[in-house]
């Protein structure tokens, strides 16, 4: 490739869910803005159950034009047909078909990006959007892996390739605990996702996923070597394409950008501006976490008790297996009675919480968290120790990492998920003592938390370890580009 004067393309198709998106995007944006002669190009996938991604990609393609920035857009695919229910179990067997029939409207928009004479360097692809490999190669495009979740994981998920590996994880025995070599420890069988544990048609497609991945030119991973130098060292260690730690990536205006209910965030943050500082503990669990009535009584029980200042993120259960949590009605229906009366002084109950604003506010001295891996960087960028209470996807393995392997946060539970014994109010409790009170090696985690804050922002600084990364990917791409033009131009 020669010349900077030069523009190509990189295109980006993420699976269509917040969690995925927003980091895939945030990616696409930091790459073109690295090297000029990179532009990217994000293809969309709608999904009617996903409003929420239409408003983000809606008001993140306005932003976008309106900055006259012109080195990211957006490409929306036409809808294909949804999968019928009779083809899936789970809802992330649902979404990995929805993505899967799109495969032909994806091949027509890149074909239509090469009609205009469009050099492309390259298709990244998500964890879960790697069937579009086979796209990929049909054009002769180099197609790489942006893996959003934390290495650990990603070792996870080439563990599961290992016949012998499966066999201990389709046994019985749940106090199996396994050799994961992105873990420094042995991992206990009980912190593994429900999509291994529980759901059939989503571990079937789960190890499909998986096994693509050692086909890519390179995998971009959303962590960085300071936070997991080791599942970062056994990857590379491994007869897997070259890995690039390239995070944190974070969206750091958040969500009050672009949701619809932004408007809220201004009520929240003059309470918040009413705290002493580091006072406050944030409950948020994630876009698509809630909890059941029982579990919510006792949670209003444990802040209660503890005495503790809180914003509580409350949200109501799905009310369908590919519907997400929503907002409550009234708030005092889901509490125990006189509890908003009671706590008036000491609380705040909401539905939607801007996390990332609320995060870096000087108020906030805790994060209780499902331990999404967005939510992670973005508590840790903020310097906020977290206490694990994980529901779904991941993060019961996320929660083990952090509290057992990295010392970065302070346990309620590692194993939590839907069906799960209640976390009582004295449980709760404790670890709101732990966290806010520096108990029981609470002042340890903090101290930690700090640490890592600043050796996050330093990663992405121009002498960091991912800034460093980030350009042997660049240069990787350009080579990519030169060797691959002969089959673009045929």
């Known amino acids: 490739m020669s010349g900077a004067e030069v523009e190509v393309e990189v295109v980006f198709l993420a699976t269509p869910a917040i969690g995925n998106l927003v980091p895939a995007v945030e990616f696409?944006?930091?790459?073109?803005?690295?090297?000029?002669?990179?532009?990217?190009?994000?293809?969309?996938?709608?999904?009617?159950?996903?409003?929420?991604?239409?408003?983000?990609?809606?008001?993140?393609?306005?932003?976008t034009a309106s900055s006259g920035a012109g080195n990211l857009r957006f490409v929306h695919l036409p809808q294909a047909d949804p999968p019928h229910p009779s083809e899936y179990q789970s809802a992330f067997a649902y979404v990995s078909l929805h993505i899967a029939n799109h495969a032909p409207l994806v091949k027509q928009a890149m074909m239509n990006l090469r009609s205009t004479g469009t050099r492309v360097a390259a298709l990244f692809l998500?964890?879960?959007?790697?069937?579009?490999?086979?796209?990929?190669?049909?054009?002769?495009?180099?197609?790489?892996?942006?893996?959003?979740?934390?290495?650990?994981?990603?070792?996870?998920?080439?563990?599961?390739?290992?016949?012998?590996?499966?066999?201990?994880?389709?046994?019985?025995?749940?106090?199996?605990?396994l050799p994961i070599p992105s873990f420094v420890n042995s991992v206990p069988k009980r912190v593994l996702p429900s999509l291994v544990l529980k759901?059939?048609?989503?571990?079937?497609?789960?190890?499909?996923?998986?096994?693509?991945?050692?086909?890519?030119?390179g995998i971009a991973i959303n962590t960085f070597d300071e936070l997991e130098g080791h599942a970062l060292e056994s990857l590379r260690a491994s007869a897997l394409p070259p890995v690039y730690s390239v995070g944190p990536v974070i969206d750091l205006d958040g969500p009050v950008k672009w949701h619809p209910q932004r408007a809220e965030q201004q009520a929240?943050?003059?309470?918040?501006?009413?705290?002493?500082?580091?006072?406050?503990?944030?409950?948020?669990?994630?876009?698509?976490?809630?909890?059941?009535?029982p579990q919510v009584r006792e949670i209003a029980n444990g802040l209660e008790r503890s005495g503790f200042r809180f914003l509580w993120s409350l949200r109501e259960p799905p009310r369908g297996k590919l519907d997400l949590p929503g907002d409550y009605g009234r708030m005092d229906q889901a509490l125990p009675e006189g509890f908003l009366d009671r706590t008036a002084e000491t609380g705040l109950v909401c539905g939607w919480v801007p996390q990332v604003t609320v995060l870096a506010h000087k108020a906030i001295g805790g994060f209780i968290s499902h331990c999404g891996w967005n939510s992670i960087l973005e508590s840790l960028w903020s310097g906020v120790p977290t206490a694990t209470w994980p529901i779904y996807a991941e993060q019961q393995m996320n929660a083990f990492q952090m509290v057992a392997e990295l010392g970065l946060a302070v346990e309620i539970r590692l194993d939590y998920r839907e069906g799960s014994a209640l976390v009582p109010a004295e449980e709760l409790e404790r670890g709101l003592r732990c966290l806010m009170g520096g108990g029981g090696g609470g002042s340890k985690v903090r101290s930690k938390v700090k640490e890592m804050r600043d050796k996050s922002r330093m990663a992405v600084t121009e002498h960091g370890s991912s800034h460093a990364s980030m350009r042997c990917l660049v240069q990787q791409l350009v080579v990519g580009l030169d060797m691959g033009m002969d089959d673009q131009e045929t």
Request: glycine share 6%.
């Open 28 to 63: 696409a944006q930091r790459l073109a803005n690295h090297d000029p002669r990179f532009r990217s190009t994000v293809l969309v996938i709608t999904d009617p159950h996903r409003p929420l991604v239409s408003s983000y990609i809606h008001s993140r393609a306005a932003t």
């Open 126 to 177: 998500d964890m879960f959007t790697v069937p579009m490999a086979d796209v990929a190669r049909e054009l002769g495009i180099p197609h790489y892996l942006f893996f959003a979740s934390p290495a650990s994981f990603l070792g996870f998920m080439l563990y599961l390739l290992d016949p012998e590996a499966r066999k201990a994880i389709e046994s019985g025995d749940m106090s199996t605990e």
């Open 199 to 217: 759901w059939k048609d989503a571990f079937t497609l789960l190890l499909a996923h998986a096994g693509r991945y050692g086909g890519t030119k």
């Open 268 to 293: 929240i943050v003059r309470w918040l501006d009413r705290q002493p500082p580091s006072s406050v503990v944030l409950l948020c669990f994630g876009s698509m976490g809630s909890l059941g009535a």
